[in-house]
């Protein structure tokens, strides 16, 4: 069974940063992939950003290339995203997943484990 335990949402304005902090206690595989996903009011969730949890290897959605990194201490097992040039459409609750997702990374469906939402929302 895994844990996971989302930090660092907040408000900030558009153009900003933040960087989100996702926290796994329990028995974490080297095959997991850990990722972020978010949902904003309305809309289905969407995945943002994936990250090989034993070889590093990234993978972004579109909307997220250029602006956002993820990436993870293996020592801590913990997960981040750095989010940077911040914009109103990011504005969303943000989901940190688990799981031996593999080549579909990007499918909420492939995750075991997930951590209860941290708000960001970015005003204009």
């Known amino acids: 069974q895994v844990q996971l335990v989302e930090s660092g949402g907040g408000l900030v304005q558009a153009g900003g940063s933040l960087r989100l902090s996702c926290a796994a206690s329990g028995r974490i595989f080297s095959t997991y992939f850990g990722a972020w996903f978010r949902q904003a009011p309305g809309k289905e969730r969407e995945f943002v950003a994936a990250?090989?949890?034993?070889?590093?290897?990234?993978y972004y959605a579109d909307s997220a290339k250029g602006r956002f990194s993820i990436s993870r201490d293996n020592a801590k097992n913990t997960v981040y995203l750095q989010m940077n040039s911040l914009k109103p459409e990011d504005t969303a609750v943000y989901y940190c997943g688990a799981g031996m997702s593999g080549s579909y990374y990007y499918r909420d469906r492939a995750y075991d484990y997930w951590g209860q939402g941290t708000q960001v929302t970015v005003s204009s």
């Open positions: 990250i090989r949890w034993s070889y590093g290897s990234t």
